[in-house]
């Protein structure tokens, strides 16, 4: 894909941040480490997309929440959700109630990765424009 985009990354782990920023280099990546580090970026710009983690290990909710949140205020961005978590409920929690437009394990190949965002991304902006 030619066109650069604005990711918001959020993660509570510096290294999984990292590997996200690596694997999505070229795009405008922004990093936050906690749902309300994401939710005060998102206000203060827009972003294309929001990859987040599910699990913060805290009492700040989890990702699931932070991307419903998002839907709900953001609506036009895409949402990916990225866990360690196999757990077929959570998944099927987050598609059907529309929270998250990926969902996405851990590990991840960094090339699969980066090629479901952009395609996902990219009929986003034709959804978007055909209006």
């Known amino acids: 894909m030619d066109a650069l985009h604005a990711i918001l990354i959020c993660d509570d782990d510096d290294d999984t941040r990292a590997a996200l920023r690596r694997a ?3 795009h405008h990546v922004t990093e936050a480490s906690s749902p309300q580090e994401a939710l005060a ?9 929001v990859l987040s983690d599910f699990d913060y290990g805290s009492n700040e909710g989890d990702g699931l929440e932070l991307l419903q949140n998002i839907r709900l205020q953001w609506p036009d961005t895409l949402r990916v959700l990225i866990t360690g978590n196999a757990d077929v409920s959570v998944a099927i929690r987050a598609v059907n ?4 437009d990926r969902y996405i394990l ?3 190949n960094s090339d699969t990765l980066r090629a479901s965002i ?4 990219h009929g986003r902006s034709q959804r978007l424009a055909a209006g």
């Open 24 to 26: 999505l280099r070229g």
């Open 106 to 108: 851990k590990p991840w």
């Open 41 to 49: 970026a998102l206000r203060a710009a827009r972003f294309d997309a």
């Open 118 to 121: 952009e395609i996902a991304l």
């Open 97 to 100: 109630g529309g929270a998250v």
